[in-house]
């Protein structure tokens, strides 16, 4: 279908300022809409509260509002510029919120402003956790056993009949905010007290805990010719009872048989069909019982979410970007992927790598505060890596939190940890599990009784429990013969370790590690995320390194220089890392400007 030619000027919303619970991510997707909505000729009206943010540049709208992000100020907003439409899919929980409060005072009607890529009704589906309860059992899928409650007094009737452990869910949160595992009745009083405060429409949901069982979730998009694609599976390290955001995520998901990918994934198209998401990006959450298989729907996010964001940058496909066109009339067989130049966005990705997602706390900055985590999201930023396999995407991603470790090295000697401590440590989750993890392998516990303290599935306490066993093997090595070999070198490299890691075991300084395998020729190959697998050629150069013999950014460069005249000069930028406390997206803004310049520059 041909782009809509009813609609001239839309009105886009961002997420506000950084909250614990919600990052970049929103203005990722924000600035992606805004980017291809002007491509297409859309005159853009943006509002967000954040001046950090380099969505809200001028250079990105053709009208900028830094202003509160507010149903009355939007309001005042809608009466000057008049636009056509709303789009509100694409500025997170914030901006769903404020669309749902437009539309129900009458403000969307008044002004003539059409809803895209999820009207009301769509949306009250998918957030409204009765009418999605509902939407799930019409599809025949199943649920946790659960009941909704508006006081106190009604959540205390409820809880009598469901039986504890329980988790409390408010309707229309971000993050989990107001939510938690009760179990006990005094733990349950105040959880509900504060989740019915923190609905919009003092609405809990109490359901039965299904802490422990395996967590999943499926990045689905759809079109207005019911076209839908599967972006991305994604599972979460962590088992249920600790909020996505917290937990460490792996795409694509490593444990499912393909029976059980295939019978999700029919899952999501039925889900989101039914709950009538008319284009763009939605991601759906399911449990699965390791016990007995039993897999349940826990929810589903009718616009793009942190999970999109990672999504996005896992496989090269612009979830935010797409949906944008979606919204404004396109199919996903009319819109071309910038990478292949010749697969069009119905074509779903295939990755031949893993990529690994790993939370940052700040706990250190809350001296009271413990670092136990649950279902209400309390990372402040997040870091991504790429590898072959999962244990080196794992130790990347660790380096990358810039938290003191160079992989899943060791702070702590595993000999002074008692084993009172150490099984705390493995029960509750909290912020240092996975080092504690690798500290119980050390003492010689088993994969299968650290998965029975952890619930952690027994094949990731493998992957883990393969880095233990290669470091000794290493250390063994190196105090018999006081040299590694290059077999050896190659293979640690592999598995993900740094040269600092190396460089402990050897008793040398990271330089002479580093030094010692150039020597033996182990340098890094670099790697296309292609959407593709490689099936197609690949024109947009995103890497990522690995220790493999084939250097794909080589061959990129040749056939790049080849239609390119002359010689360019390159200039390294660097970013700012993960988002922590005392450090936001304002590197972010300055660093696309900084590439924006220098692009203009040849």
Not at 190 to 217: D, F, P, R, T, V
Not at 440 to 462: C, H, N, Y
Request: charged content about 25%.
């Amino acid at each position: 279908m041909p782009r809509r030619n009813d609609i001239k000027k839309i009105l886009l919303l961002g997420s506000g300022p950084i909250v614990i619970g919600q990052a970049c991510e929103f203005d990722y997707s924000g600035t992606q809409a805004c980017k291809a909505l002007k491509e297409e000729g859309f005159e853009i009206v943006l509002v967000n509260s954040n001046p950090a943010t380099i969505m809200t540049d001028p250079e990105f709208s053709d009208h900028t509002y830094i202003e509160p992000l507010t149903p009355e100020f939007i309001q005042y907003i809608i009466e000057k510029e008049r636009p056509d439409a709303l789009l509100p899919t694409l500025g997170g929980q914030t901006a769903l919120n404020i669309a749902m409060k437009l539309y129900e005072s009458g403000v969307l009607e008044k002004y003539q402003v059409k809803m895209l890529g999820a009207d009301y009704a769509v949306i009250k589906k998918a957030e409204d956790r009765s009418c999605f309860k509902q939407a799930v059992l019409k599809v025949g899928l199943d649920v946790p056993r659960s009941a909704f409650a508006y006081s106190l007094e009604e959540a205390k009737r409820v809880v009598l009949d469901i039986g504890f452990p329980v988790i409390v869910r408010p309707s229309y949160t971000l993050g989990g905010t107001g939510g938690g595992l009760a179990r006990d009745m005094e733990e349950f009083e105040k959880i509900a007290a504060l989740g019915i405060e923190s609905s919009m429409i003092q609405e809990i949901l109490i359901e039965e805990s299904i802490a422990g069982w395996k967590e999943y979730e499926l990045e689905v998009m759809r079109d207005n010719k019911d076209n839908v694609v599967i972006v991305c599976s994604i599972e979460n390290l962590d088992p249920m009872g600790i909020h996505t955001g917290d937990s460490i995520t792996v795409a694509p998901a490593q444990t499912l048989t393909d029976r059980e990918y295939q019978n999700m994934r029919d899952a999501s198209l039925a889900l989101i069909r039914e709950i009538g998401v008319e284009t763009g990006g939605s991601n759906i959450q399911f449990a699965v019982n390791p016990r007995n298989g039993r897999m349940v729907v826990i929810e589903m996010n009718p616009r793009v979410s942190r999970s999109s964001a990672l999504a996005s940058k896992a496989t090269g496909f612009p979830i935010a970007k797409f949906a944008a066109k979606l919204a404004v009339g396109y199919s996903l067989d009319e819109i071309q992927n910038d990478i292949t130049r010749e697969t069009p966005a119905s074509f779903e990705p295939a990755i031949d790598y893993c990529v690994v997602k790993i939370p940052r706390f700040t706990f250190e900055k809350f001296p009271e505060a413990q670092d136990i985590l649950g279902i209400s999201m309390k990372s402040v930023g997040e870091t991504m890596a790429i590898g072959r396999t999962f244990k080196e995407a794992l130790q990347k991603g660790l380096r990358g939190l810039e938290i003191g470790h160079s992989g899943l090295d060791s702070k702590l000697d595993f000999r002074q940890i008692t084993d009172e401590k150490m099984r705390l440590r493995l029960v509750e989750p909290n912020a240092s599990r996975i080092f504690y993890i690798k500290y119980a392998l050390q003492k010689g516990m088993s994969p299968e009784e650290i998965q029975d303290l952890t619930r952690i599935d027994v094949w990731f306490i493998d992957q883990l429990s393969q880095i233990v066993e290669l470091e000794n093997e290493l250390i063994e090595i190196y105090q018999k013969e006081k040299v590694l070999s290059k077999e050896m070198l190659r293979r640690a490299k592999e598995y993900g370790f740094s040269d600092a890691q190396l460089g402990q075991i050897m008793g040398k300084s990271e330089a002479d590690v580093r030094a010692l395998r150039k020597k033996n020729g182990i340098v890094p190959a670099f790697k296309l995320v292609d959407t593709c697998a490689a099936e197609f050629e690949a024109y947009t150069p995103y890497y990522y390194s690995t220790y493999e013999a084939e250097n794909e950014a080589i061959l990129e460069e040749k056939r790049f220089s080849a239609s390119r005249p002359g010689k360019r000069k390159k200039i390294v930028i660097l970013g700012g890392g993960p988002n922590r406390i005392g450090q936001g997206k304002e590197f972010d803004y300055c660093c696309c400007h900084a590439s924006f310049e220098l692009k203009k520059k040849g």
